[in-house]
């Protein structure tokens, strides 16, 4: 007995899980993006502010689109939390 029909059904079924499959990236790598963006601010924030202050921090957040929603400095280290997007990232940077 012969089969028919039989590739219709898997097809469709692998063209909606592909779609699903699109459809999830869709939402996942704005946030990824915003998560390293975030990163990014943190780590330019850290740097300038352990050098120059916490002005220097704060422009330098804004420079990579985000802002600085924390600063703490003692002795000769920084560390920071910067916002973009509503994604945070937190850094330190030691002065040598």
């Not at 079924?13 to 999830?24: C, E, H, N, S």
Request: overall charge positive; hydrophobic content about 60%; glycine content about 12%.
């Amino acid at each position: 007995m012969r089969q028919r029909g039989q590739a219709f059904p898997l097809l469709t079924v692998v063209v909606a899980l592909a779609a699903l499959m699109v459809l999830g990236l869709g939402r996942v790598g704005p946030v990824v993006v915003a998560r390293a963006e975030a990163q990014t601010a943190a780590d330019a924030a850290a740097l300038a502010g352990v050098l120059h202050g916490r002005a220097a921090a704060d422009g330098l957040a804004a420079a990579n689109g985000g802002r600085l929603v924390f600063w703490a400095a003692a002795g000769g280290e920084v560390e920071v939390v910067a916002d973009v997007r509503g994604e945070r990232a937190r850094a330190r940077a030691r002065r040598a």
